[in-house]
């Protein structure tokens, strides 16, 4: 998928290895805030009443 | 085939292997990497407490405990005419910590459990460790103290909660020094067959002060699962406080 947005980017090497680099880091951090939020299902830290 | 079926089947194809990895990725995430988090901050939280220890103010003050006809020392009998004891006892008392902050340590030698509290139940003070519901009492003040924590995820410091039983010692440090608790049995509105204490999560009355000077510790149950939640009671036995709250 990464390598497809990279051949379809314009412009210089430099400058399309550094928006698949951001698209890379911002897919990460996605991925990583549903796991936060899907935790929840499985342990949310055991809060009375939160 | 055609070469649209072909497209179909190889995206279904790629969609279930990122879909597999996604949910590898969480599991791992889940039960191995939010363990390395919390094991970094307690790392932090741990170096800080004895620092923290030495700011904190502690102060004597004048403590009327509420004498009930019929000689019972207690502050919550609904209905009671409370005659107040005209004689204050002195009961240290001390500053509450920031949110987020380290405030105390907790142990429970009989799972293995030494772990460093924060301030707060918010979600990121829980990932650091157990948290204190602020607005609660301290541990070691009268009342009841409530303490939450993950039990499977998080370094899970209440995955064995389930294991206590009556009589269990707990020990929490604070700045005052070390509060010894005693597990009691659980309450019988709450308790299952197995003898924990387990209710929902909009279960507010163990938070609900108490007389005397208890530790009411909360998690998730069953293990993987928020649904509800299990509930431990402790009760202060020895301390700085515990004379003159007891009345011993």
Known sequence: ?50 | MRPRTIRIIRGTGWTFIWLGAYLMGFVAYQLWFTNLLTARDQSALAAGLDAHFEDVVVEEVEWFPVVVAGGTTTTTVPGAEPIPDPVPKILFVESESEVGEAFAQIRIPAIDLDVTMVEGVRRRDLKKGPGHLSGSPLPGQPGNAVISGHRTTYGAPFGDLGELTAGTRIEVETALGVHIYEVREAPERCRTEEGLCVVKPTDLWVAEPREGAWLTLTTCHPKFSARRRLIVFAELVAGPNAEVILGT
């Not at chain 1, 990464?2 to 314009?10: A, E, G, N, Q």
């Not at chain 1, 210089?12 to 899907?38: D, M, T």
């Open chain 1, 1 to 50: 998928m990464l390598s497809s947005i990279y051949h379809r980017l314009p412009g210089p090497r430099a400058a399309r290895l550094a928006v698949l680099v951001a698209v890379a880091v911002l897919i990460l951090l996605l991925v990583i805030w549903s796991y936060e939020i899907l935790g929840d299902i499985l342990d949310s830290g055991g809060t009375v009443g939160e």
